[in-house]
Every structure is written in structure tokens, then in C-alpha cells.
């Protein structure tokens, strides 16, 4: 078995119920519990899709016909049009950052197109990748002014800059009766994004802000599931600078981890232990939307019993 198939085995067994998991799906499950106990929830999610609003071109390259906004489009909506035992299914949208760069839609436009696609598509939150600073913090204000979605960043201090009262640190979603606390974290702008770009932002400590940002979420805002936007890196060699793996190994409370930032293909989310040994899933799926994410929870009594996860391709 290679290495992406035993995370999907995995990320199965562990948040599973018992001996049943990866055989229960949770239409079957809401039989199994009740309705009155049972709550489904679908997360969908992008990273790093880099202005990438049109399908890659058919030229015989690797990612040739994938991706396109237009084809998100139809998948989101045909999820979000499923039914879950006779009911609508809950669904939630995120993205994890690098909204902006890489096509000349954001040369041109400097960022509208994607966030006024991003609204059609109805977004629930985002956070910020470096190359959304790509066009000055001036044009963040400008484009992210037009979001019906809030941005979502807990460890960038915006105070004395133009971007101060332009975003928060998290905010609490309730389906059917269920708490998803989200909050965003983004990567050190230092040597990465240019001073005339990111002017007087301070970055704060992700590890510091996403213990005590979850832990809020958790005990103050009553969440049952916690989720990160993180543009901070699924891994680096050595560890040099906070990644995802780190982030879930020193925190507690996280109970997902949705990533960007280094354009990590991931078939299904893996797991790594947070201090109380608990598993903290982290997923990523690649660049330029050729994939969404698609993580599907079941609740029983507020507390996720069941979960799958999966890349599914845009095309």
C-alpha cells in the first residue's frame, strides 16, 4: 500500500466509530442515531489558486483542460444541492490563501475578477496568503472591500496600516446546532513579501495565537470543531520555518488543519498528534483549483464520530 493510501485508510479509522468506520456513510449513520442526535457537515476548500479563473489550457501538458472557476462552480453547487436523509446538506466553503498572482487577470485587474468570482461561488471565509500582498496592501483594501466573505487572520496584526479593521481573527459558523469555529494564520511576510507591500503589518507567533485563538473558540465559544486556515506550509525539510505538522504537534484544540501555500497535492487529509496525543487532520489540495477539497463529518451529540476526506478534480 503506498503512502497516500494509507493516509486515506487512516484519516477513516481514526475519526471513525469503532469497528464500523469506512463501512457507515453517513446516510446510513443518520438511521443508525437518529435525527435528533445526528448532524452531517461538508467542508469544501481551495489554496493557492492564484488568479487561476480559466481551465488550463488543452496543450498536452500535465494539467491540460483542469480547473476553471466555472467548473468549481457546477461541483459546488451539485454538492451543496445533495440531500443527507431527506434533509439539505450542511456545507461550508474555504479557502487557505494566494487568492491573487499567476495569471494576467490579476496584471490587469489586480484581484477583482477572483474575489467577485469567489462571491458568486458563495465563499464562507478565506484567509491570506503572501501573494494576495502581490499588489500592495493599498489594493488588498481596494479588493477585499468587495468580499461578501470575511478574511479571516489571527496572527497578522494590521493596526497601523490602511488593512486595520479590514479583517478578523476568526468567526463561528452553527449548522443544525453545530459550532465550526474558524480562524486564519499566514506565514512570516518577512523576506518573502516585500516591505513596500506589507508596510507597518506585524506577525505574531502562529503557534502562541493558534493555541489561544482555538482555545477561545473551544471554551469561550462553546465550538464542538475547530478549523485552521493556515497559509503557513504543509512541511519543510528541517523544519525551519512553522509549518502545518508543527502547528498541530504544539497546539491543542485544532481539530483541522486546511493548508496552502506550498501547492501540496494531498489525496486524503493525515494526521498528526497535537500535545494531548489527539489526532489534528491537515489537508491541502495542490494549486490553481485543478482539485477541491471535500471533508464530509458526521456530528452525534456534538462530538464528530465519522469523517472522510477526499481531492476531487475539477474538470
Not at 489571527?154 to 479593521?165: C, E, I, L, R
Not at 498541530?248 to 506550498?262: C, E, F, N, R, S
Not at 498528526?272 to 495542490?286: E, M, S, T
Request: glycine fraction near 10%; proline fraction near 4%.
Amino acid at each position: 500500500m503506498d503512502a497516500l493510501a494509507s493516509n486515506r485508510r487512516q484519516f477513516l479509522k481514526l475519526l471513525g466509530t469503532a469497528a464500523v468506520v469506512g463501512s457507515v456513510t453517513p446516510d446510513s449513520l443518520a438511521t443508525a442515531v437518529g435525527r435528533s442526535k445526528w448532524t452531517s457537515l461538508t467542508i469544501l476548500h481551495t489554496n493557492d489558486v492564484h488568479s487561476r479563473l480559466d481551465p488550463f489550457p488543452m496543450d498536452g501538458s500535465r494539467n491540460a483542460g483542469k480547473g476553471g472557476v466555472a467548473r468549481r462552480a457546477t461541483l459546488i453547487q451539485k454538492i451543496r444541492s445533495e440531500q443527507v436523509d431527506g434533509r439539505p446538506r450542511n456545507v461550508l466553503l474555504f479557502d487557505a490563501g494566494d487568492i491573487f498572482q499567476g495569471t494576467p487577470y490579476f496584471n490587469v485587474y489586480k484581484g477583482e475578477p477572483e474575489i467577485l468570482a469567489m462571491n458568486r461561488l458563495g465563499y464562507d471565509a478565506g484567509t491570506i496568503g503572501n501573494h494576495d500582498f502581490d499588489g500592495g496592501i493599498d489594493n488588498m483594501v481596494t479588493q477585499f472591500g468587495k468580499a461578501r466573505f470575511p478574511m479571516l487572520i489571527a496572527n497578522y496584526d494590521f493596526k497601523n496600516t490602511v488593512m486595520d479593521g479590514m479583517t478578523t481573527p476568526y468567526k463561528v459558523f452553527e449548522k443544525d446546532g453545530i459550532r465550526i469555529g474558524v480562524f486564519g494564520l499566514g506565514i512570516k511576510p518577512e523576506g518573502l513579501i516585500p516591505r513596500d507591500a506589507y508596510k507597518e503589518t506585524k506577525y505574531l507567533d502562529p503557534i502562541e495565537i493558534g493555541n489561544d485563538t482555538a482555545a477561545k473558540l473551544r471554551s469561550d465559544k462553546k465550538c464542538d470543531y475547530v478549523v485552521c486556515l493556515s497559509h503557513l506550509g504543509f512541511k519543510y525539510t528541517g523544519e525551519p520555518t512553522v509549518s502545518d505538522n508543527v502547528l498541530a504537534a504544539k497546539t491543542q484544540h485544532i481539530d483541522l488543519i486546511i493548508g496552502g501555500h506550498t501547492h501540496t497535492f494531498l489525496d486524503a487529509p493525515v494526521a498528526v498528534n497535537n500535545l494531548n496525543g489527539q489526532p489534528v487532520w491537515i489537508n491541502q489540495v495542490g494549486f490553481a483549483g485543478i482539485n477541491l477539497g471535500r471533508i464530509d463529518l458526521s456530528f452525534e451529540k456534538g462530538k464528530a464520530v465519522t469523517s472522510t476526506g477526499q481531492s476531487v478534480e475539477v474538470k
